[in-house]
């Protein structure tokens, strides 16, 4: 994830609605919440272009919550001084905005693949959207968390516990946000994350919340859909599972 977010040119108007607000006459259907385990960055960043690309007005919103394997990604910005020992983990030059991190095992990942005017959202709304979300679901195990608006992502008493990142093309988000559950925090002192030298990461077990990846992302999703203007229980109804999440074995 970068601490830019990186709208491209052709994005589609955005409604005059407030964010997330739908108007009189519309029904907002509820993006698919998809919990893909444990999956390679590339072929599934290759799968959100493509999505993107391909999608038309009758496509789905979609989240996608998943876990990666060791990689570093670079941002279109990013600089190569920010990377400072890299060692066996691989690097990806991708196309969000911002500047380097690290995703591995233990650490929460979340793209929303969703049509922003459809949702009546823009860039900055969405970026708050996922903020608030993150800090409505660590409040819950106790966890002080807060925003910064000149460094997106979340912090924890000035520690880094999240990290937001998004494309826009086509008026449509990919990329999201990156959340550190119980994962080996080592490689991050390899990078200066985000571009920051020194910035010092934390996670959710670390301050007494839960080390299940996916317990978290179960516990996210309700606040997700309600920072994004869903009502969590319209939202749940229209799910063919009882927990937020479905299982999927592809995309």
Not at 69 to 94: C, Q, R, S, W, Y
Not at 143 to 168: C, F, H, M, N, T
Not at 243 to 250: C, R
Request: aromatic share 6%; with cysteine.
């Amino acid at each position: 994830m970068g601490e830019v977010t990186e709208p491209s040119p052709g994005l589609r108007p955005t409604s005059s609605a407030p964010a997330g607000e739908v108007k009189a006459g519309e029904v907002k259907a509820a993006p698919r919440l998809k919990w893909l385990g444990r999956v390679d960055y590339e072929p599934t960043w290759r799968a959100m272009q493509s999505r993107t690309d391909e999608a038309t007005d009758a496509t789905p919103d979609e989240i996608w919550f998943l876990e990666h394997p060791p990689v570093f990604t670079m941002g279109m910005n990013a600089k190569a001084e920010h990377l400072l020992a890299v060692g066996d983990i691989p690097v990806v030059d991708i196309d969000r905005g911002g500047q380097v991190t690290y995703h591995g095992p233990g650490q929460l990942v979340v793209y929303p693949l969703l049509d922003l005017p459809r949702l009546g959202l823009g860039v900055r709304a969405l970026v708050v959207a996922i903020e608030q979300a993150i800090v409505a679901t660590l409040a819950g195990w106790d966890i002080e968390a807060y925003g910064k608006r000149d460094a997106p992502g979340v912090y924890v008493a000035e520690r880094k516990i999240a990290s937001v990142g998004l494309r826009i093309r086509r008026g449509r988000s990919y990329h999201g946000l990156a959340l550190n559950v119980a994962m080996n925090l080592e490689p991050f002192a390899r990078i200066n994350p985000c571009g920051y030298a020194g910035l010092q990461m934390t996670q959710v077990a670390t301050l007494g919340g839960p080390a299940d990846v996916r317990t978290v992302g179960e516990a996210l999703a309700p606040h997700l859909l309600r920072e994004l203007g869903f009502e969590p229980a319209t939202a749940l109804a229209q799910s063919a599972t009882s927990t937020w999440l479905q299982d999927v074995s592809s995309r």
